[in-house]
C-alpha cells in the first residue's frame, strides 16, 4: 500500500495538564537522551514502503523541545524515506511555547500544517485546568503562525470543561471568527489519578446537557463554514487532516517514540509508553502481531462510521469479501432503529445520533467474538 503515513510522539511538555492521560515529561534534561533513541529507532526501522503520504509529530508538546533536534528529525526522515511532494507535515504546538522563531523553524523545515492545543478561550477556564496560556497569547501566536506563513491552521476545543454553558458558547463563536482552516472538539475524560479530578463536581457530566452543547457547537460551525468530516473534526474549504483520514480509513503507518503505535502490512504494534523506559530499552516495542482479517473489517467500521462520507460498500466488499449487512449480525437491526443510515453508496450514522455513536459503534463491532 502507497503513502504511508509517519507519526512521532514527542512527549516534553513545560507543565502537565491537570487532565492529560497522554504520555508526557516535563523533565526537558531527558531531551538528549530520548532524541538520541528515537533517531535510532527511525534508523533501524525496516521499511517495507518509503513513500510517504503524511507526518504527525504529536505530544506532549514538539513546541516545547529545542529545535536543533526537530531539524535533525526531519534530516533523518528524509535519509530515510520519500516524502511526496504534496506530503501533508503537521505539527502540535501550544500558544505559551509556538515562539516566532520556533514557528519559523517549523516552516523551514517543511512543515505545512500546524494544530495548537487552545481548548477554551476562558482564561478562568484555562486556569483550572492547568493550561500555561492565555486567550490572549493564543491569539498573537495565531497572527504570528500567519505571518510566518502557515496556512493550514487548527485549533483545539475542549466540551465539558468547569465553566459555564455561556462561556463555553463564547470559545465557540470566538473560535469560528478566527483565521483558521480546521476545527477539533473533543469532549474532557477524567482520569481518577489527573488532578482535575479533584474538582470533578464542578465538571458538567449529565448527558443530554453536554449532548446539547456538542450540537449547539456543531450547527455554529456549519453556519462559519467549518463542516463536521468526522465526529470532532471539522474544516473549512476542504481543508480535512489528511493524516487522521489515513488511520480512520485503516490505513498504514509508522510509529516512532514512546507510547506510540504502528500499522505496518498486517503487524499492528505498540512501543513501551513510559519516557525513561523508551530511552533505556534495549527493544521499545512492547508487542507486535500480525492482524487478522476479521479483526481489519472490524477496525475498518468502527473508523470510518465516524467519518461523514461512513463506510463505502462496494470497497467493503472489496477489502472483506462480504457484504456490510451479511458481516455485522446487528447491522440490519441498527438501520431499521434509524441508528445507521444508507445514502449512495455507504452506510453512515444519521446526523442526529453523531454524539452516541460510541454507543452505535458498540452495537456494531464486537471484538471478543
Sequence with gaps: ???????????????????????????????????????????????????????????????????????????????????????????EAN???????????????????????LQSLNNATLAKIGRLHTSEQFLQVLDNALAVGFTNINADLMLGLPETHADFLHTVDTAVRLPLSHLSLYALELYPDAPLFAIRNQIPSDQDYLADLYDQAVARFAEAGFMRYETSNFARDGKRCKHNLNYWHEGRYYGFGASASGFVGDVRYDNVRNIVDYITA???????????????????????????????????????????????????????????QVVGGSVVIPDDKYYVANAILSELVDFDD
Excluded: W
Excluded at 492529560?20 to 516535563?26: E, L, V, W
Excluded at 509556538?98 to 492545543?117: C, E, P, Q, Y
Design 95 to 117: 500558544p505559551e511555547s509556538a515562539t516566532t522563531d520556533k514557528l519559523k523553524m517549523f516552516r523551514d523545515v517543511g512543515v505545512n500544517r500546524i494544530s495548537f492545543g
Design 282 to 340: 534495549d527493544n521499545v516495542r512492547l508487542n507486535a502481531e500480525t492482524e487478522s482479517l476479521d479483526t481489519q473489517a472490524n477496525e475498518y467500521a468502527m473508523l470510518a462510521l465516524r467519518l461523514a462520507d461512513g463506510v463505502d460498500l462496494a470497497e467493503f466488499r472489496a477489502r472483506y469479501g462480504q457484504d456490510f449487512f451479511t458481516y455485522f449480525d446487528s447491522a440490519n437491526r441498527l438501520l431499521q432503529q434509524g441508528c445507521l
Design 1 to 91: 500500500m502507497a503513502n504511508y503515513s509517519i507519526y512521532i510522539h514527542i512527549p516534553f511538555c513545560r507543565a502537565r495538564c491537570s487532565y492529560c492521560a497522554f504520555s508526557s515529561c516535563t523533565d526537558l534534561s531527558l531531551q538528549e537522551a530520548y532524541f538520541a533513541k528515537l533517531f535510532a529507532e527511525i534508523s533501524a526501522c525496516e521499511l517495507p514502503e518509503k513513500r510517504i503520504g503524511t507526518v504527525f509529530l504529536g505530544g506532549g508538546t514538539p513546541s516545547a523541545v529545542d529545535g536543533k533536534y526537530i531539524v535533525r528529525l526531519f534530516d533523518l526522515l528524509r535519509s530515510r524515506f520519500d516524502l511526496a511532494d504534496d506530503c501533508e507535515i503537521t505539527t
